[in-house]
């Protein structure tokens, strides 16, 4: 009686690419029933797409009443009301493309911003260039000298790197703080308005009647 007793396992995804699958008799000296299992695969990989999103930049368009008001008129332009034998579905459908419409005309368009590498800084260059002079100062003349400005030379770029990551970390903590502050003056502002509508609607005039 046979039976099969070794596999290779694969992924469903991959199952397109097995070519073939065969057993090699490799034990029959040692008498065992395994087979050392091979198989040929044929892999076609693709680079990703990049994405073509584009981001709305929406707190601009959230402070600019100009904008908002183009917006608005785009809008109205390629839509139309509903009429009383349309779909509503249709209608929804118009309803969304004038707002894509509108939102890729009159919304500003956020900008990329890339991230500054620590690595690239003049400060960081200067000191990696002086760390390799020391290194092949002390290559060439290996004196206790030249070893200890090896030494210090790094030190001193592992210094500039830490330096580097305080002034960054101190800058992001007092961008946050202030829209923190922001955020507080503009909650305590609408509490003052409402605690003043309410005491306003609380007041009695005197009307003149005894």
Not at 5 to 12: A, F, G, K, S
Not at 133 to 150: I, M
Request: proline share 4%; net charge positive; with cysteine.
């Amino acid at each position: 009686m046979r039976c099969q007793l070794d596999y290779i396992l694969v992924r469903r995804k991959w199952r397109n690419s097995i070519l073939n699958a065969e057993p090699c008799s490799s034990f029959n000296s040692v008498g065992s029933d395994h087979r050392v299992v091979s198989m040929k695969v044929r892999l076609s990989l693709r680079v990703p797409k990049p994405s073509c999103r584009i981001r709305c930049n929406w707190k601009e368009f959230s402070s600019r009443p100009d904008i908002q008001e183009r917006y608005t008129v785009v809008v109205r332009n390629h839509y139309q009301l509903l009429q009383e034998d349309e779909d509503p579905t249709k209608w929804y459908g118009r309803f969304i493309k004038a707002n894509e419409i509108a939102t890729k005309e009159c919304v500003p368009k956020q900008e990329l911003v890339k991230k500054s590498l620590q690595s690239k800084h003049p400060d960081i260059t200067a000191a990696r260039e002086a760390v390799k002079l020391a290194c092949l100062s002390c290559n060439s003349d290996q004196t206790e000298e030249n070893k200890q400005a090896h030494r210090m030379a790094k030190q001193h770029l592992f210094y500039t790197y830490d330096k580097l990551k305080e002034k960054a970390l101190n800058e992001r903590t007092q961008r946050i703080e202030a829209e923190r502050s922001t955020l507080r003056r503009g909650h305590q502002r609408n509490n003052w308005t409402q605690e003043s509508k309410g005491r306003a609607g609380s007041w009695s005039y005197p009307t003149g009647k005894s």
